[in-house]
């Protein structure tokens, strides 16, 4: 139904950037909102930060400042920018889209996720 694609994942020394980018694609009827979650081993997928249809942004507190997540009006497309990352940025990200498939059926839906690895 809705296929979501991730890029721009790598290693990078910390203090460095990286971007990444998602797009859904499918059978979208309407996106209520997009977000990048994280996850390491053995611990839950958190929350980074999503953006909903008006625009309106929510971050975790441990990235607030340092990522910026953004979205072409109207578009199926975020890009999450993340500067001055830390070794414990070091996570399996996935995106996700939550959006309406039909007019009142709607779901959560996840990409396969890219490693952000931080290391010096």
């Known amino acids: 139904q809705v296929q979501l694609v991730e890029s721009g994942g790598g290693s990078v020394q910390p203090g460095g950037s990286l971007s990444l980018s998602c797009v859904a694609s499918g059978s979208i009827f309407r996106i209520v909102a997009m977000g990048w979650y994280r996850q390491t081993p053995g611990k839950e997928r958190e929350l980074v930060a999503t953006?909903?249809?008006?625009?309106?942004?929510n971050y975790a507190e441990s990235v607030q400042g340092r990522f910026t997540i953004s979205r072409i009006h109207g578009g199926n497309t975020i890009y999450l920018q993340m500067n001055s990352l830390k070794p414990e940025d070091t996570a399996v990200y996935y995106c996700?889209?939550?959006?309406?498939?039909?007019?009142?059926?709607?779901?959560?839906?996840w990409g396969p996720g890219t490693q952000v690895t931080v290391s010096s």
């Open positions: 996700n889209v939550r959006a309406y498939v039909a007019v009142a059926e709607w779901g959560d839906y």
């Open positions: 953006i909903n249809a008006g625009g309106g942004t």
